[in-house]
C-alpha cells in the first residue's frame, strides 16, 4: 500500500484529506506542520507528501525545499496544497522543487484524480 | 487575489463531508478566539510580523475550511478579512483601530454564521454586507474620518517584490482603462464571465441595491453568451468596485471598462487578454511543473503556463514562516473526545470506586493471617482505585483561561460605551476547573466583571480628582484553596457605601440596624431586586443580578463573600468545589437511614442540651448556639423516617450553613466523613424537595444528599 504524508495546520482539512485518500486505498501519515512532517518523513516510507501552503513553523513552499535537500526525498512527488494559484505561487513552487499544485478549496474526487495522476 | 471559490465546489459526489463539519466548527470556533486575543494584544503602534501573520493565518485557516465544507457565507466574510490582513502583514497598510474594531465585528459575525450552519440553518440570519463594505474600504485605504492609512509606499532600495498575490487593491488581473479617481461619477461597462450561471451575476445587482451611495446598474447586452454585462454609474474607484464584486465572482472574472472612452487598439488588446487570463484561471484548480520531480509525463503542456522567466522568490514565501510554534505543538499533543465519553468513563470509574469500598468493607473482618495476599491484594487494589479516579477526573479538567480570556474583549467594548478607561489583570489562568464548572461559572463571573466595570469604576475624571489613576484596574484571579477553588473579582473602584446599602434596605423593608457589621451590611446586595446604582444603565444596575449570581454558586454547591473599602474598591471571592462529581460529605444516620451532608456547608456538631431547645409558635423549634438562635430541623420528621426503638431519638445536632443562614440538623449519630460520587437524582429519578443527590455507599447502600441550601430556605418559610 501506498503511503501519503498530508501536512496541514487545520485539523478538519487534515481529516477531510486523510478520509478521503484512506478510501480510495491509500496509506495515509498526518502531520501538523512542515516541521513536523519533516519527522514524521524521516521515519515512515512516504510516497507522496501533499503540502497545505500556509502554515506555522514551516510552510508548504518550505517543507518542499527542505525535503529535497534530503536525497531520500529527491524524486517523491510533492503537492502543494494552496488557496492561490498565482504565477508568484507557482513560481515559488517550481524553485522550491514541488511537483505541481491543487488549488483549495478542492473536491476529494479531484483530490484522488491528481493523486492518481502522479503515483500508481 | 487570485483566488476563486465556488458555492458547493467543495462537495464531492461520492463524499459525505458533513462528518466533518463538528470538527471544523470546534476548529473554527478556536481559530476565532485566538483571532480575537491576538487583535486585542495588538499594539497598533508596534505591530510585529509575527502577531500579523498569525492573525492572518487565522482568517486563512477559516476560509479554507469553510470554503471546503461549502459555507460560502463564512468563506467570503472571513475572505475580506484575509484581504485585509494579508495588505497589514505586507505592510501596504498601517493598522488603525477601526480596522481592529471591523476585525473583532467580523469575527463576532463568522462565529454567529457559524452557529447558524451548526444549527442547520437555525437561528437568526446574520447580515454581513455592510462589514464586508468596511473591510473592503478599510483594505482599499479609505478610512471613515481622516486618518491616514496607507503606509508610504515602500523606498524604491527595497528588493522589488513581484506584485502582492492575495493583497486586495494592486491585483494583477483586471486591466483598468481609465485612472479610476474615488468621488468622480463615471459611466462604466462590466463585464462578468465567463460564468457557468449567469444567475452568479445577479448577486451584482444585489451590490448595488443593498450598499447606498454604491451607484446605479442596469444590464445591457452582452457580447458572448457565457458573460454577462451591466452598465454602472459611479463615484467609487475600479479597486473598490473590484473588491466588492470579489465576493461573488473572481476578480479575473471581471472586467471594467470606461464606457466614454473610446476602445483604442491597445486597450482592446488588454482586455482581450484579461479575460483569456481568467477563463484560464477559472479551469485551473491544479497543475504540475514540467520536469519537475515526480510529475507525469502527459500533463507536460499544462504546465507550460508556469511563467518561464527567472524571478527569485526567496523573499515571497519567509514572510509565512514565524516561529509562532506552540499552538502547533499544543495541538499535535492533543486528542480531541467526546465530553460523553468521558463523562461514561467517570461514571464507570465511580462504580469501581464503589465496589472497591464494598471489598474494602467487607474485608475488615478477616483473618490478616490467613488472608494476607488477598488483604495486599486489596491495599492495592485501593491504591490504584483512587489515582485511577484522580485521572480520569483530571481529563474533565480544563483551564481557566478558558473563561478568563472572554473578559478582555467584554471590558473593552463595555469601557468604550461607558466612557471609561479599564486595564483587566488576570491571575492563575492555568488553575483547572471540572469543564462543568466552567460551562456554569461563566455566566456569574460575567455579571461581576460587568459590575465591577459599571458600579466600580469610577469615570477618569473621577478618578483623578480622588487621586487615583485615570485607568480602572480590574483583576481576575483564580487559585486552588484545599478541595476548592476559589476565584476572586476585584476592582480599585469606589467601593461599597455602607450608607447607601443600609438606606436602599430600608426603602425596601429589610430589617437592618447600625450594629450589623460590614460583612453583614454587604450580604444586603444579595436581597433580590437589591441595586445602588444611581442611575440605571443599560448595562447594569437593573437590580436582577447579585441575587442570581448568588444563587446560581450555590447551586454548584459554592459560596460568594464580598469585600470592601468605600473609595478603594471592592473583592468578590467565589469559592467553588473543584467538581461536581465528587464531593466531601458527611454521612449522618436518622434511625437506620444514612444521609450525606456537603461538607463544605457543615460548620460544627454538638450534643444537644435540653435547656437549650425552645419551642416557639407552630411547634417549630429554636436552638441557641453561643448567643445565636437558630432553627431546629429534625430530619426524622421531613422524611418521615419510621423508628423501630421507639426508646431512641435524636440527640445531636449539625449546624449547616448556606445561603449566609444556618440552621441546626437534628441526627442520631455521626458516622463519618468521606468522598462520595455524586449521582444525579433528577436525571436518574425526579427531583426531591431538601435532597441534591445520591451516592452508593460503601455497603452498596443508598444515601441521598441533602440540599442544605433548601433545608435553610424551608427553615426561613
Known sequence: ?120 | MAETYQEGSGAGADFDLSQFYQIFFEEAGENLDQMEQMLLDLDLSSANDEELNGIFRCAHSIKGGSATFGFSDVAELTHQMESLLDRLRRHELQPIPQMVDVLLESADASRSLLARHQAGGQGEAVSTTSLVRRISELAAGLVPGDAPAVAPPPPPAAPAPTPAPQAAAPAPAPKVVTPAVAGQARTLEIQIGPLDRLEQADAIKELFRDIPGLGAIRDIESPQANTRSFAVETTSTNDDLLDLFAFHVAKEQVLIRDAAAPASGAAADEDEETVLAAGAAGGEAYGFFSEAPGAPRADAPHAAQAPTQAVKVAAAPKASEPKVAMQAQMESTTIRVDVKKVDQLINLVGELVITQAMLAQNSRGLDAGAYQQLLAGLADLDRNTRDLQESVMSIRMIPMSIVFSRFPRMLRDLANKLGKKVELVTLGEATELDKGLVEKITDPLTHLVRNSCDHGIEMPADRLAKGKSEHGTITLSASHQGGSIVIEVRDDGRGLSREKILSKAQERGIEVSEQMSDAEVWQLIFAPGFSTADEVTDVSGRGVGMDVVKRNIAALNGSVEIDSAEGYGMKVSVRLPLTLAIMDGMSVGVSDEVYILPLSSVVESFQVNADDVSTVAQGSQLVKVRDEYMPVIALEKIFQVPRFDPNKSSNIMVVVEADGSRVALLVDELLGQHQVVVKNLESNYRKVPNVSGATILGDGTVALILDTGGLVRRARH
Open chain 1, 1 to 120: 500500500m501506498q503511503s501519503i504524508l498530508a501536512v496541514d495546520d487545520s485539523p478538519s482539512m487534515r481529516k477531510m484529506v486523510s478520509f478521503t485518500l484512506t478510501g480510495a486505498g491509500y496509506h495515509v501519515v498526518e502531520a501538523v506542520d512542515g516541521q513536523d512532517a519533516l519527522e514524521k518523513a524521516e521515519s515512515h516510507n512516504i510516497d507522496l507528501v501533499l503540502a497545505d501552503q500556509n502554515m506555522p513553523r514551516l510552510d508548504g513552499i518550505g517543507l518542499t525545499r527542505k525535503l529535497r535537500e534530503n536525497p531520500k526525498f529527491k524524486t517523491i512527488p510533492i503537492l502543494i496544497l494552496t488557496t492561490e494559484s498565482s504565477d508568484q505561487m507557482k513560481q515559488a513552487g517550481r524553485t522550491a522543487g514541488a511537483t505541481g499544485w491543487l488549488v483549495k478549496p478542492f473536491d476529494p474526487n479531484r483530490l484522488i484524480e491528481v493523486i492518481q495522476k502522479v503515483i500508481r
